[in-house]
């Protein structure tokens, strides 16, 4: 019989409550012979608080040990910014080698956007993961005086490269219309935008059917509000990707909806869900908060796990749900239990 | 008497086409007793393709004799990506310490946007124009190979954060809502965040008048969108920059209104006002382009040489042009020719 051996990491602010409806909904969507088991996890800023741990390395090896993870947010004011960005978020990412950061931006029908006309939106960013500006390279002398020098180095691989590269064109060949767009700035950033620009166009070789496209990141934030229906498929690095997936959820029904997965193909180690949002402390514990994009992440685990038939029962769900809401105001616990009946359904 | 020494770069595609707009209206708007000078120089793709030049010493001496730089677009299709943005527009910007990247957004009334519900946009973006990951450090090992390894290194100092950064604060305190936002990634850019950080809280003690504030890059892309309303003046690093603006340019009427100041405030050197768009070389030689983005960087030009109150005609001019323009189709000419008419009357 089929299982899934689940790490939950509700995280702070909102984190607890959006997570506890991913699982309701997750329950509800599982056939009677699959086995699910979770575990909770107490990761955030109340451990760090109380421990001063964030992911230690006996963390670090019992995650392993499960299928995947679903993560709710972290971060709270009461901690110095970074800390724990950096030393959980983006340690999890980098020691789990979650290389294919995918986040879909879809604008369903009857969602509300700050874009006017209603244009059409669905495409999927791969944002690399593991590489680019957040290798944490980088250092500074003289620090505090007026003659301090801080530097910030993006490394990039061409392994690394190559790897989300084939990834994205591999995702874009499976949809319809069959298009990646590289952004990258490598008219300014040449080291960097040569080799991504060079591996895109060698791979590409290998994928006759994709039709490709090249847009600097800064022209790419002008046709996310002017023509987002042109994008299908877009890869690009860490940064870029982490700015341009802001936007796309924003212009595509908000960071209420936004999932995200961080992804490790290879399955080497177990891939993390989440949300785009962040632990909204302003919010949280008020049962306010939209736990949509937390069980459209349920869907893209899912997916990952190779439960395709519950992952699209998820997304139709959530889709029906968004274009029948109007101007219903629910708690995050109803719009929980009216999914979680709809995909049950 | 009153002189102003011009050095013109129509450059590229639609650039020799709103460049002469530019000067037409700068021409009307001067009082008599101002003596202009023009000088044309040819920069761009002609030149790069029959010389294999693209800024030599020379010509940066002779530019170096002018009181300010109006240029037009450089790049061209023909030319590799980066070639002409580095070897001239980013080799003047450090040579001539461009370091305040000027670019306001005002959206105007009866103006399109793509945002629903025309909200109301009156922001500056202070860009910083000499350091962040422009400064070309950074390089490849095993390039081409499947080992390549490529580093873009961002180098940032207190010295050219804090001018900067000052520059920003005393344009907030002379508007009227006297609020400035950083905007950064302190969370994972965590050495230049801190210096980012850390120069703008001191530089705010003295402006104890000025409203502060902070936000990511990526959460700032999410107000452009949903509350463009918050912003006054933003002060950011060159990339960040470099990408929001472009998003404020999208939001706010478009780029064929953005304008932009590559300011050197000491005047050491001549500073170069242009606009934000590119050379569209797909529109170029129609009479198609907007010449009003040239016009309005005049008018930062003649702001910045001095000229306050004919600064200030050309924007009630392009203002008016625009709120009254309306499904009307006319060529660069005879936007420029109206405006011309405009600021003389
Ligand atoms: C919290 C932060 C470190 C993170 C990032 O920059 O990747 C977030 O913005 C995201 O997009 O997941
Ligand atoms: C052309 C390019 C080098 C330039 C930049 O990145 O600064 C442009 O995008 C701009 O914003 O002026």
Known sequence: SRSINLAVIPGDGIGQEVVAQGLKVLNAVLPQDVKLETKEFDFGAKRYHATGETLTDADVEALKQYDA????????????????ERGFLLKLRFLFDHHVNLRPSKLLPGVATPLAGQPEIDFIVVREGTEGPYTGNGGSIRTGTPHEVATEVSVNTAFGVERVVRDAFARAQARPRKKLTLVHKNNVLAYAGHLWTNVFNEVAKDFPD????????????IYLVTD?????????DNLFGDIITDLAAAVSGGIGVAASGNINPSREFPSMFEPVHGSAPDIAGQGKADPSATVLSVALLLRHLGYEDEAARIETAVSADLSERGDSVRTTEQIGDALAVRVAG
């Open 69 to 84: 993870i679903l993560l709710g947010a972290i971060g709270d004011p009461s901690v110095p910014s970074g800390v724990l």
């Open 210 to 221: 994709v039709t490709t496209d090249y847009i600097h990141v800064d022209a790419a934030t």
């Open 228 to 236: 987002p229906g042109r994008f299908d498929v877009i890869v690009t």
